[in-house]
């Protein structure tokens, strides 16, 4: 049994957008809406598993947005929120979880720390709304004239995740069919379940009009982390026919010795890249002990760090290399190597820096019997 799933309602048509395609899949910060919702849910340890209800003819943009992630298959909705809340429940009968939140996929923004005190009031509680006291003066307006002004004592603007004893909110969605409810703690109040309220956060905004998704591609910034990453490799020199240094092959009466193309400049730079993510080094991702990388390119390595970073919902903001070598001469090389660098990373070249030294303090490096690469990446994290 689970003991918690989350819930993400993402099959509306978005109307009041007035976008290309359902708001969901609107761009932000380079990633659908949605999987911003489907990457927060899924990475928050206390949610073991996570479903999206969606629009039957959004199958194509959903997958493009999930792609990758460890999400449950998705439920088909229907032809109204509350239709396509109670279709989901139903459909995690086979999980049979304890507890479920249900979530908004144009909130993107949901807070790890929202989550927690969600789940922490269901504690003792069967159904959990997270929401914010009303801050300003409230008018009830009429053909463009108020009418009157509303006392704010006691009003909040209700968030989601809401937050359900499973069982509790699947009964009462049943019981709700046909009735037209503002939200699933309406459900709850309507099939008697007392609602706890716990604090929101502004910050979990709602994506209604592009103003919105403006304001959170301007929060996403402001919470971003940076991250550097360092990476070092050398590999030794061998008679041959020509070598590749940072994806550019080079004319040599030698060649670089290793399991791959021994690219020694593109493996110290995947190094540095997953050095910002924690996620170890080249030979735990690619053992040099499988033959199927026996002369592999080794942009394929740069490659999988690129996708490991831009699944965090990373950017890779500026790299540089430094060549450590007697021979061959970088300087005539230099301006492809960074013209191939940033191809590869989709970067600006102006945040590509390519140097080259010699040295004699690196042992065999330093007596011209091989090439040595030193990397720094720095990339920006979520928050």
């Known amino acids: 049994m689970a003991h918690c799933v989350a819930l993400?309602?993402?099959?509306?048509?978005?109307?009041?957008?007035?976008?290309?395609?359902?708001?969901?899949?609107?761009?932000l910060a380079g990633r659908p809406v949605l999987r911003h919702c489907l990457e927060r849910l899924r990475g928050h340890p206390r949610i073991a598993a996570v479903r999206a209800v969606i629009h039957p003819a959004d199958r194509a943009l959903y997958d493009a947005a999930a792609s990758g992630l460890e999400v449950l298959?998705?439920?088909e909705g229907g032809p109204s929120r509350q239709e396509s809340v109670r279709?989901?429940?139903?459909?995690?009968?086979?999980?049979?979880?304890?507890?479920?939140?249900?979530?908004?996929g144009v909130r993107p923004l949901v807070a790890p720390a929202l989550v927690n005190r969600v789940l922490d009031g269901l504690a003792g509680h069967a159904?959990?709304?997270?929401?914010?006291?009303?801050?300003?003066?409230?008018?009830r307006v009429a053909a463009g004239r108020v009418l009157d002004?509303?006392?704010?004592?006691?009003?909040?603007?209700?968030?989601?995740p809401q937050g359900f004893a499973y069982e509790r909110i699947l009964e009462a969605h049943r019981a709700a069919r046909g009735a037209e409810l503002t939200d699933d703690t309406a459900v709850a109040e309507a099939a008697g379940l007392a609602v706890a309220v716990v604090?929101?956060?502004?910050?979990?905004?709602?994506?209604?009009?592009?103003?919105?998704?403006?304001?959170?591609e301007r929060l996403l910034e402001r919470a971003r982390q940076p991250r550097t990453g360092l990476g070092f490799d050398v590999h030794?020199?061998?008679?041959?026919?020509?070598?590749?240094?940072l994806g550019v092959r080079l004319p040599d009466p030698l060649r670089l010795i290793g399991h791959s193309d021994a690219d020694v400049g593109l493996h110290a730079l995947t190094d540095a890249l997953l050095g910002t993510l924690g996620a170890g080094d080249i030979g735990s991702h690619f053992p040099p002990s499988e033959a199927r990388w026996a002369g592999a390119d080794s942009s394929l390595f740069l490659d999988h760090a690129r996708q490991l970073i831009e699944r965090a919902g990373g950017r890779i903001e500026h790299v540089d290399v430094t060549l450590i070598c007697e021979r061959p001469r970088i300087g005539p090389h230099r301006a492809a190597m960074v013209s191939r660098l940033a191809e590869l990373l989709a970067l600006p070249p102006g945040r590509v820096s390519v140097k080259a030294t010699t040295t004699e303090q690196l042992g065999f490096v330093g007596r011209g019997e091989g090439i040595a690469a030193q990397a720094l990446a720095t990339v920006s994290l979520p928050a």
């Open 73 to 75: 298959e998705p439920a």
């Open 127 to 139: 159904a959990v709304l997270p929401a914010l006291p009303v801050s300003d003066s409230l008018k």
């Open 87 to 104: 279709l989901g429940l139903e459909s995690l009968s086979a999980l049979a979880p304890e507890l479920v939140l249900i979530h908004d």
């Open 236 to 245: 030794r020199l061998a008679p041959g026919a020509g070598l590749v240094l």
């Open 149 to 160: 002004t509303v006392d704010r004592q006691g009003l909040y603007r209700a968030q989601t």
């Open 8 to 27: 993400i309602v993402a099959s509306g048509r978005g109307q009041r957008f007035g976008g290309a395609r359902p708001k969901q899949y609107e761009a």
């Open 199 to 216: 604090p929101g956060d502004e910050a979990n905004l709602k994506i209604t009009a592009p103003e919105d998704l403006a304001r959170a």
